[in-house]
C-alpha cells in the first residue's frame, strides 16, 4: 500500500500549549495523507477552547464533535472530539481506534501531546510499517526535550522478575524488533487491533502500552523499532510529572493487574510469592532510607486498590 491515510491522535487533558506546539510541528510534516484528530478530555481552564482560538486564528481547517457522536466525517485537517469525562489514556485513544475502524483507515498514529516531531518522522515509521510483514506497531527515537542529547527512548523491555518495564536509552540506529513500544509514539496497524482488540481501560493511565505491546506480539505481530523516527518529548505533562503521586499510583497498582492478566497460574504464583519476600521489601526500605514519601504513599494507594479490584479513573489520586 502506497502512502496510505494516517490518522494522528493527541490527547488533551489541560495541557493546551502543549498541544499546540505539538500541533506546529505536525503542521509540517512531509507525509501529506494523514488527519490530526485531538480527544480533548473534559479539559479544564479553557485549555479546549484555547485550541480551538488557535486553531482558527492560524487558519487551520477543523471539526469539532462530541465524543457520544455517532457519525463523525473526518473531512478537515484537524478534528476535535470533546469528552465530558476524562476517560484516561486508553479509553481517549480507543475514541480514535473506533473512528478509525469506522472509516476503514489503516494506520493510526499515538502521539504524546507533549511532544515536537521531525519533519520525515511520520514518513519514517509508514515505511517501516508498510515493508515488514505482520508488523502490528512500530516506535521510534525519542530524545528528551530539556536534553536534546539524551535518549528518552529508543525501544523497551518488560522485567518479570522485578515486575517493571524498561526504556533503552542508548542512541541506537537501524531497524529492529522490540518488545515493547510505549504509547508515547506508536504506529499502529488496524488489523492489529482488529485482532487483539482496543486498550483495556481498567488501566485509565499508565502500563496500558505494555498490555498492548504484550497483546500484539502474544498474537504473532511484530514490534519494531525504527530509529529513523525522531521526536522530542517533554515527560507526564498532563499528570503532573513522572514523580507525581497521580502517576506513580497508577503505575503500582497498573502493573500488578498488568503481571496477574497475563502470567500462567505458576508463574503468577512465583511472581507475586518474588515481589512479596524479596522485591517489594528491599523496594520499600530504599525508599525509607532516601526520603522518598511519595513513592511510598503511591504504592500503599495503588497496592491495596489492586487488592480491592479497584481499576479505571481513581478517586483518590
Known amino acids: 500500500m502506497v502512502n496510505p491515510k494516517v490518522y494522528i491522535l493527541l490527547i488533551n487533558y489541560n495541557g493546551h500549549d502543549d498541544t499546540i506546539k505539538c500541533l506546529k510541528s505536525l503542521l509540517k510534516i512531509t507525509y501529506d495523507n494523514y488527519n490530526i484528530l485531538i480527544i480533548d478530555n473534559a479539559s479544564e481552564k479553557n485549555s ?39 476517560l484516561g489514556f486508553g479509553g481517549a485513544n480507543n475514541i480514535g481506534f473506533k473512528i478509525a475502524s469506522m472509516n476503514n483507515v489503516p494506520l493510526v498514529l499515538l502521539l504524546n501531546n507533549d511532544t515536537i516531531v521531525h519533519e520525515d518522522f511520520l514518513d519514517c515509521l509508514v515505511n517501516t510499517a508498510v515493508k515488514n510483514e505482520r508488523t502490528g506497531m512500530v516506535g521510534g527515537k525519542i530524545y528528551c526535550m530539556n536534553n536534546h542529547r539524551k535518549i528518552w527512548y529508543c525501544g523497551g523491555w518488560i522485567d518479570y522478575l522485578k515486575g517493571t518495564a524498561y526504556h533503552i536509552e542508548k542512541d541506537l540506529d537501524g531497524k529492529f524488533d522490540s518488545t515493547l513500544i510505549t504509547g508515547c509514539l506508536a504506529l499502529i496497524n488496524m488489523m492489529g487491533i482488529k485482532d487483539i482488540g482496543f486498550f483495556d481501560e481498567r488501566f485509565f493511565l499508565n502500563v496500558e502500552d505494555w498490555d498492548l505491546s504484550y497483546r500484539m506480539r502474544k498474537a504473532g505481530w511484530r514490534l519494531i523499532i525504527d530509529t529513523s523516527a525522531i521526536i522530542s518529548h517533554k515527560g507526564s505533562g498532563s499528570i503532573g510529572g513522572p514523580g507525581s503521586l497521580r502517576n506513580l499510583y497508577y503505575f503500582h497498582r497498573n502493573r500488578l493487574l498488568f503481571f496477574n492478566k497475563h502470567l ?20 520499600i526500605i530504599k525508599q525509607i532510607f532516601t526520603g522518598e514519601v511519595v513513592q511510598i504513599k503511591a504504592f500503599i494507594l495503588g497496592t491495596s486498590d ?12
Open 48 to 86: 479546549f477552547e484555547n485550541i480551538c482560538t488557535w486553531l482558527e486564528s492560524n487558519s487551520v481547517t477543523c471539526n469539532v464533535f462530541h465524543s457520544d457522536n455517532d457519525n463523525l466525517t473526518i473531512s478537515k485537517e484537524v478534528t476535535i472530539i470533546k469528552s465530558d469525562i476524562n
Open 264 to 283: 500462567s497460574p505458576v508463574r503468577k504464583v512465583l511472581f507475586f510469592l518474588c515481589q512479596t519476600v524479596l522485591i517489594i521489601p528491599a523496594w
Open 306 to 317: 489492586y487488592v480491592r479490584g479497584r481499576f479505571g479513573k481513581s478517586k483518590r489520586v
